[in-house]
């Protein structure tokens, strides 16, 4: 994703990219901006937004640093714990923040869709099945979660979760309600990371200006 993220926004006239942070901070080929570890963010020169796909482990030097400079910070890291997600909320009370498991607009719609079937269909049985490459460390995917959310919200029961880990896998999210007689899936299936990348991309364009909070991506990319 940071590869992904570092070529496409060099090609959106939207931004200017200024800086970059790795977990090593050493030189990435072909970028003529400075690189910063997690822990010389300070270090960085002045920006306007940040969007952050990383790790838990560099999640809370990125919010401390977007909070001292009143700068906007759109985040796809998952795999945070409570407190990450408290300090998350707590930064939304300075600075627009937008934090998101899956920022495929696809992805979007299908939590708009999950929300409206579980609440028409309140007495079926709703499963996830969430598929991705090997190399995926979290299991269930955000993705997976926001949407047993959605379905929670929708019927007031908590769907179970099925993760499987096979090859490379983008990302694959199947929604399944089972009723007597009849069975009603929604899917989605993502093929290219870039999708992922342009997400966030929109995402930080459109939360540039506006009042400190944290924004759903639903509420910026569907009005």
């Known amino acids: 994703m940071g590869k992904a993220l570092l070529r496409l926004v060099r090609a959106d006239t939207r931004f200017e990219l200024v800086a970059a942070a790795s977990r090593s901070g050493s030189a990435i080929e072909g970028l003529v901006v400075p690189v910063f570890a997690a822990g010389e963010l300070s270090r960085c020169p002045p920006f306007d937004v940040a969007i952050d796909f990383s790790l838990p482990g ?3 030097a990125i919010v401390a ?3 001292r400079r009143s700068a906007v910070l759109v985040s796809g890291t998952t795999g945070l714990d409570e407190r990450q997600r408290a300090l998350l909320s707590e930064a939304g009370r300075t600075i627009p923040v937008l934090w998101a498991s899956n920022f495929s607009i696809g992805v979007v719609v299908l939590e708009d869709l999950v929300l409206r079937a579980s609440s028409a269909l309140r007495q079926w049985q709703v499963e ?3 598929t991705h490459h090997v190399h995926k460390r979290d299991a269930p995917s ?3 979660l926001t949407l047993a959310n959605a379905a929670r919200q929708g019927s007031g029961a908590l769907p179970a979760i099925h993760s499987v880990r096979e090859g ?4 694959e999210h199947v929604v ?6 009849e069975s009603l899936e929604l899917a989605h299936r ?3 990371r870039d999708v992922f990348t342009l997400g966030a991309l929109e995402a930080a364009a459109r939360l540039h200006g506006r009042p400190p909070g ?3 991506l639903s509420t910026l990319i569907l009005g």
């Open 190 to 192: 993502a093929t290219d």
């Open 142 to 144: 955000g993705t997976a």
């Open 176 to 181: 399944r309600f089972s009723g007597p007689g």
């Open 214 to 216: 944290n924004w759903p």
């Open 65 to 67: 640093e977007c909070v």
């Open 58 to 60: 560099g999640f809370d």
């Open 168 to 171: 490379e896998i983008v990302g």
């Open 128 to 130: 996830i099945t969430e």
